[in-house]
Every structure is written in structure tokens, then in C-alpha cells.
Nanobody, 127 residues
Framework: QVQLAESGGGLVQAGGSLRLSCAAS????????MGWFRQAPGKEREFVYY????????YYADSVKGRFTISRDRAKNTVYLQMNSLKPEDTAVYYC????????????????????WGQGTQVTVSS
């Protein structure tokens, strides 16, 4: 069992930055691949970023290319999403998720492939 808790969301102006954190409980954090997803009002949950169990493989959505990066700190049992050059369309609730397996890109984008989810953190980008 893994429990995930996101933090770091907030209100920021367009062009600003935020760093989201996802703290995981348990000793087996390094055994899980991690993903970030987001859901805007009235829209489906969408994939944002993925990092493999070892941290050596990452995937991202085209919409965040060059602006967001993902990282993980095994010592702190935490995965981060650094978000720069934020746009109003980035406004959403951001969720982190844990998967028992490493995936290729097509599967990593599928929310159904993840086993545990956090409660989400709100990110609002004003224009």
C-alpha cells in the first residue's frame, strides 16, 4: 500500500512557476513508477508527466514540453513536478499516481495503469 500526498499548488500569474511535490509513504517508493495527471473543470483527466522506477526514463505530454520537468528523490520518498512558464490553460487539479510497473509511453499515459492516487492539488494560472 502506498499513500500519496500532493502539495505546492496555488495561484500564480501567467509566466510564473510552481513546484509540485508528491510525498509517498512506505519503504517501497522506489519500486513504483510515478505519474502526474491533471484535470481541468469539465474535462477529462489528462496525462502530464511520467518517471520510471529507476528515474532514468521520463515521458511528457506535448502540451508541457520545454516547460515542465519531473524528478524524484528516493531519500525523501518524493516526486516533483517543476512547472515553468505557466499558462492559463495549465489551470487544473494536479494528481500524482504510482504504478507497480514501468511502462512504455502509450501505457504511461493511461490513468487506468496506475495503482494509487493522491487527493490532488489545485493549480490556478491567471492571465
Amino acid at each position: 500500500q502506498v499513500q500519496l500526498a500532493e502539495s505546492g499548488g496555488g495561484l500564480v500569474q501567467a509566466g510564473g512557476s510552481l513546484r509540485l511535490s508528491c510525498a509517498a509513504s512506505g519503504r517501497t517508493f522506489s519500486s513504483y513508477a510515478m505519474g502526474w495527471f491533471r484535470q481541468a473543470p469539465g474535462k477529462e483527466r489528462e496525462f502530464v508527466y511520467y518517471i520510471s522506477r529507476g528515474g532514468g526514463l521520463t515521458y511528457y505530454a506535448d502540451s508541457v514540453k520545454g516547460r515542465f520537468t519531473i524528478s524524484r528523490d528516493r531519500a525523501k520518498n518524493t516526486v516533483y513536478l517543476q512547472m515553468n512558464s505557466l499558462k492559463p490553460e495549465d489551470t487544473a487539479v494536479y494528481y500524482c499516481a504510482a504504478a507497480r510497473l514501468d511502462y512504455v509511453y502509450g501505457l504511461a499515459r493511461d490513468a487506468g495503469r496506475y495503482d494509487y492516487w493522491g487527493q490532488g492539488t489545485q493549480v490556478t494560472v491567471s492571465s
